[in-house]
């Protein structure tokens, strides 16, 4: 099963950015550019703008210069993003959890997955960092190694972070971060003892990962974006010139490498009825 793959692929459908496996890389960076292995769903670096070695293909432009540095933007307090088959639900008492002790938690929620695998992933004061676009995206897009890869637009960093992605069947998750509560471990649960500041969870037989814990340091990198570089426009008519992209519009949202995914992560096969006509 490519679970990794999977995951991968329902949170770009749901937010049009490319999720990380394992958070806590140090890659990718704003500013480096490769491609995606098809099989892991990996981001493969090949190299960075920033990096003295890519200054022969951009003469007399210093990106060393502040005004081509990432922006860095402000803080949300929590980002949650699931999947289209997710829905969310109140937190509700169990056998196990008195909700009362979590009142203080700041992050806290149930979700349930229908119809297949579905993904969710939980942000805790997130950050974006980006190029700056108008001054730069622009000169990037007529660099010809560019054109060959994918590059990083923006990343999204965090102190903490959890993702779920569920099994095929009915499946839900409970989650809280930040509060104090004895909480024990039966069955289907993820942590058990006491739970001081970091994540309690309530899982089904799906893959959760989790790390970090709010207020501190931005570890994490569950999310960047990737750009690759559009096309020209072709014009058939020698009176109406191509229309001129400017800007952001020279670039669009990089292709993923695959095509259509069954729920373990595989190449979902389409199947041909050869007894249909082909005409």
Known sequence: MLLQRKYVDLIQRAESKWANWEPSRKQPNVGDYGSVNKITAEFEW?????????????????LKDDKYKPDIGGRDEVNVIKSTSVRQLELSATPELDISQLADAPVKGSWQFRRGRGAILVMIQPRITSLPKDILLDKLSK??????????????????????LSDKENDKVSLALGAKVPVPAPPGVGTGGEFD???????????????????GEDNFTPLFTLKQVRKPFLS????SPPPV??????????????????????????????????W
């Open 46 to 62: 090949k190299g960075s703008i920033y990096d003295d070695d890519f200054a022969q293909h951009i003469p007399g432009l210093n």
């Open 143 to 164: 660099i010809p190694i560019l054109r060959d890869y994918f590059l990083v637009t923006a990343v999204v960093q965090c102190p903490a972070y959890a993702f779920y």
């Open 236 to 239: 058939f008519r020698r009176d």
């Open 197 to 215: 500041g970091g994540w309690w969870t309530h899982t089904g037989s799906g893959v959760w990962k989790q790390g970090g814990q709010k207020g």
């Open 245 to 278: 992209r400017e800007k952001d519009d020279l670039w669009r949202n990089a292709d993923e490498p695959w095509g259509p995914l069954d729920d373990d992560g595989e190449d979902d096969e389409i199947v041909v009825d050869d007894d249909i006509p082909d």
